[in-house]
């Protein structure tokens, strides 16, 4: 059981009027303005995600799922009091020091928690603030391990070994023996994944030929030439933004690499298709989310009714990327949000060491299947889905899938 520190947190926060869902929030600056409020009856929320930069596209799909979840479940009952829940929202701009900052302007307003977020650099700045100052935070997609290291800290998400551990099986079952593996310089979540597939691969006898790569500015011809020359069986590269992946697809293909192409979760958007388009061919990943599943009651509800939600405003769909695809990031934001409503109602109280001690003992049946957190803060049970892009439909597929725990 992890260790939990006690903080008392003030409910009673100077706010105003909750600004619409699909507003983007501009940098660092809440959603919620500080106006006097006469009801107590509130439970306020921090949300940071990248809303601009470049990782605003899993960022607002993140934000979606919450905000939806918001909609399903926008009270909790303590002890016989219904509590109205409020989210502050406030965008990251993709940077850790904005991060930082949100976290420490949300402990000034008297957050309860907070959730969040897409991106491994923005959720380890402000993992290091909500430690310091004692506020719980469920991290909805955020992968590296670090991340939950501390006592408030939980990840929704599966780890980067695990995920690491689901695609090299993947490469080992089909006879592939030599992986290069290309890194994003500066990438924090390129370089922990990396690293991550390096240590399984090997383990299980693979080959490693290691690269690295300036994103910005990157040679494709030098890349594609150093990597074919080496003899590997398939490339294993896996930057956070899927705007990145799709380009160095494409380019890399059309300088003449026409190796199987491997990554993590980051490359489940449907971007990935339209982006990387005749060249998707021959590209896998791992998912934390099968939105196409019909096996998962609860999964299909849910996938169901957010569609309907989404095409209920333009502005939604828009900030969906145009789609009203389910993306992972919006069922994990929807589940992370769940899993927090679930712990404020065992904790029965609103004093953090408590909340953090019911957040790590919550075992909650969500849409990305079940939640149960270990000693770490850590998912104990977790499903990850190998997918890959059906180019003639121009979908994914889901090909395997692998578990932990139960």
């Not at 006097?36 to 934000?63: C, F, H, K, M, R």
């Not at 719980?136 to 695990?162: H, L």
């Not at 290309?182 to 490693?208: K, P, W």
Request: proline share 3%.
């Amino acid at each position: 059981m992890k260790k939990v520190f006690s903080m008392f947190l003030a409910l009673c926060l100077a706010l105003a009027l909750f600004v619409a869902c699909s507003t983007a929030i501009g940098r660092g600056e809440p959603s919620v303005p500080a106006t006097e409020q006469d009801d107590e009856n509130l439970i306020y929320i921090g949300v940071s995600q990248p809303l601009t930069g470049n990782n605003a596209t899993g960022g607002n799909q993140e934000l979606l799922g919450i905000l939806y979840a918001n909609y399903v479940a926008p009270s909790v009952n303590i002890d016989g009091i219904e509590y109205e829940i409020r989210l502050i929202t406030s965008d990251n701009a993709s940077s850790a020091a904005t991060a930082s900052e949100n976290a420490k302007e949300f402990a000034e307003r008297g957050v309860l928690a907070c959730l969040g977020g897409y991106g491994a650099s923005e959720s380890l700045g402000a993992a290091a603030v909500y430690e310091e100052l004692n506020i719980p935070c469920i991290n909805t997609s955020s992968t590296n391990p670090e991340i939950s290291r501390g006592d408030m800290g939980f990840k929704i998400s599966y780890s980067d070994s695990f995920q690491s551990g689901a695609i090299s099986n993947f490469a080992i079952g089909r006879g592939f023996k030599k992986a290069a593996v290309l890194t994003g310089v500066g990438d924090a979540y390129s370089e922990s994944l990396s690293g991550a597939f390096t240590e399984q691969f090997m383990l299980q006898g693979g080959e490693v030929f290691s690269f690295n790569t300036d994103i910005d500015g990157a040679n494709y011809d030098f890349l594609a030439t150093r990597i074919k020359a080496v003899g590997a069986d398939f490339l294993f590269m896996p930057f956070e933004s899927p705007e990145t992946n799709a380009e160095f697809i494409k380019q890399l293909r059309q300088h003449g690499l026409s190796l199987p192409v491997m990554g993590g979760g980051s490359y489940d958007f449907v971007s990935l298709i339209s982006g990387s388009s005749i060249y998707a061919r021959d590209v896998f990943f791992v998912s934390a989310f099968d939105g196409n599943t019909s096996k998962n009651p609860i999964t299909a509800e849910f996938v169901a009714k957010y569609k309907s939600w989404l095409n209920y405003d333009k502005s939604r769909l828009e900030q969906n990327g145009n789609t009203d695809a389910v993306s992972p990031f919006s069922a994990l934001g929807y589940d992370a949000y769940m899993v927090l409503v679930e712990a404020i109602k065992k904790a029965e109280t609103l004093e953090s060491r408590e909340l953090a001690l019911s957040i790590s003992m919550t075992d909650y049946e969500g849409v990305t299947g079940a939640i149960r957190f270990d000693e770490n803060g850590d998912l104990s049970d977790r499903l990850a889905y190998i997918k890959t892009i059906n180019t003639s439909k121009k979908s994914f597929e889901v090909l395997q899938i692998s578990s932990i725990g139960r």
